[in-house]
């Protein structure tokens, strides 16, 4: 054998260990990944009613992880997927705190149980006070929406040192759902129009304002909704099914901060929003819309200010809206698009595909470091919805993960992006790499110098 061939073999040999070493490496990347399908208690439905339940201490995954994805929908008792247009999810959201090891409140509870001593939220970083606090949150959209947090990124809960003594970890889980079947306004019941459920006063017993004519406030649990007469009174078992996948928690892992944005914050704040009516705080959550006629367009459109505490890079965003939506934007305080969600309406009958709903937003994901913003940005939020007819209890949100500018030595160490392939290299993988293509460019050059001084002269042809 030459010692060119040598030299071609040795190169051989090298790039099949590093390519080795990279496949090893992305297996073992696909293991650590870890995923759990988990189901509420049940709740129960029959034409026209309205479950709002609030489940203390679901099981979740345990530990020190990151949470990479939170995805949910409606099942039947037999596993079925349950159309929008049988039963509406108006939203779910999950919500972490601290609760006492030994206190009971686990399972179904009321809304006032939100107060108890027992707890400690813990809340996203969002700027909404007393509202908006948990950490995913969807509503029709939830089969067709990612909440797919990309590499390296991750949300960071479970840190055994961050908990409390005489506490654990738990989740909370709130479900909203809506009976349709065989109402008399299908979308009127969806939109919480008092009327439709006779309703004038809240779940607390406190007198609506008479300006209001529809909203959460007014299909809270077990309230009902007209129906059409004849309509016979079957009720079902129903779940939420969630999948979460996470992976073990590490110091390669950049964490994110959740922040969720309302259209309708005011920027003012109570000294104590905890013991607020919910009607007077300054994220209201949801609006009304007025029809064309009395506003002169058919598109409405609402916009606020808001000041995010600390910048770094977007790497994920999202808008939730209602039937009807056609699309949120988040600016800069230069006025650049920091993201835009737009709603897909299903055009079919079956769970997923359900026509005139909205059965998935757009997301955002940027590469990283592309779209930044900075400590105390000033942000605009912009929410649209047709006006072709009235709206009651829209929402327009948007939900953003940030994470701190990306160290030089981590992004050495992951060269992703989403939806790309993850090389994950560790040091020792980078330190062989180099080590082995020295070795070969100095053999090689030792090579040609050796064989360039072996050469004979030529001699000179005289003529």
Known sequence: MSRIQLWLLLLLVLLSCVADSVSTMNQQKDRSIKSAVFLSPPFFLHPGSVANKFYFNIPFPKGHIALKSFDAEVIDENGIPVPLHETYLHHWVIERYYGRKESLADGNSELKAFNHSSFIWMRNAGIC???????????????????????????????????????KEKWLLNVHAIDTRGVEDRLGCTECKCSLYNVTMDEFGRALPKDYDGGLHCCYDQTQCQVR???QNV???????????????????????????????????????????????????????????????????????????TGGDIVYGVAHQHSAGLGATLYGQDGRVLCTSSPIYGDGEEAGNEAGYIVGMSTCYPKPGSVQVADGEMLTLESNYSSNQAHTGVMGLFYV????????????????????????????????VLAGGMLTAIFGISYLCKRGRSKPYQPLVMT
């Open 129 to 167: 006070k007393g509202t908006l606090g948990q950490y995913y949150g969807l509503g029709s959209e939830t089969r067709r929406t990612s909440t797919w947090v990309p590499d390296p990124y991750g949300i960071e809960v479970g840190n055994p040192e961050k908990i409390p003594d005489g506490y």
């Open 401 to 432: 993960l940030v994470a701190e500018a990306v160290p030089k030595s981590k992004t050495m160490l992951f060269l992703s992006f989403p939806g790309s392939l993850d090389l994950g290299l560790t040091k020792h993988t980078w330190s062989f």
């Open 235 to 309: 009720s079902r078992i129903l779940y939420l099914k969630y999948t979460v996948k996470w992976l073990n928690w590490a110091e390669n892992i950049i964490p994110v901060k959740i922040y969720i944005f309302d259209v309708t914050d005011s920027g003012e704040y109570s000294v104590d929003p905890s013991k607020e009516n919910p009607l007077n705080l300054s994220c209201k959550v949801e609006y009304a819309i007025k029809s064309c006629k009395d506003n002169g367009g058919c598109v409405d459109t609402k916009r606020t200010w808001l000041v995010i505490p």
């Open 229 to 231: 007469a004849g309509i």
